[in-house]
């Protein structure tokens, strides 16, 4: 038995027959070319605070601060911004095949008959959305990955 202190996928082929790895998304493992057999145990992040510091109203509000913060990172997960362009007459089908968190924004583009577009829509979708997008007449379709989502 050995251990190892970061890259353990990578050691596979080299010091192990198998290994026990923390994994966030796995993208390293089966990059690796491996695959994973069970899963042990899942796991959850908590934000704990002593009883004093959170009855502390300055620190209680840094608290719910970084608690916003982080839940608005785990929110992102998955999920992109697609921005695009598409005529005045097209925008209906184009609106048709778009997902949205509440309504897609639609903005009149400058001194044109046509519009800017953007919603968040999952990251699961937006392979087949893209084309879809495209054979509706949108143009200039750009995805853009997201660091937080706050309601």
């Known amino acids: 038995m050995q251990f190892s202190y970061g890259a353990t996928e990578a050691k596979v082929p080299e010091i192990a027959d198998a ?7 796995g993208r390293a493992i089966r990059a690796a070319g ?13 934000l704990i605070a002593n009883r004093e510091s959170f009855a502390d109203p300055d620190k209680a509000r840094a608290m719910a601060q970084l608690l916003v913060l982080l839940e608005g ?11 695009l362009n598409v005529s005045a007459v097209d925008l209906d089908a184009v609106i048709d095949v778009l997902p949205s968190m509440k309504s897609p924004t639609v903005s009149k583009l400058f001194g044109d008959d046509a519009y800017a577009v953007e ?6 979708e937006i392979n ?3 084309p879809a997008l495209k054979e509706r007449g949108a143009t200039d379709i750009i995805e853009l990955a997201l660091s937080k989502i706050v309601h």
């Not at 929110?75 to 911004?81: K, N, P």
């Not at 919603?119 to 699961?124: A, E, G, L, N, R």
Request: aromatic residues 0%.
């Open 34 to 46: 491996l695959r994973v057999i069970d899963t042990l145990l899942v796991s959850h992040t908590e």
């Open 119 to 124: 919603t968040v829509v999952p990251k699961t």
């Open 128 to 130: 087949v959305l893209i």
């Open 19 to 25: 290994v026990v790895e923390i994994t966030e998304t």
């Open 73 to 83: 990172t785990l929110e992102a997960r998955g999920r992109v911004l697609v921005k």
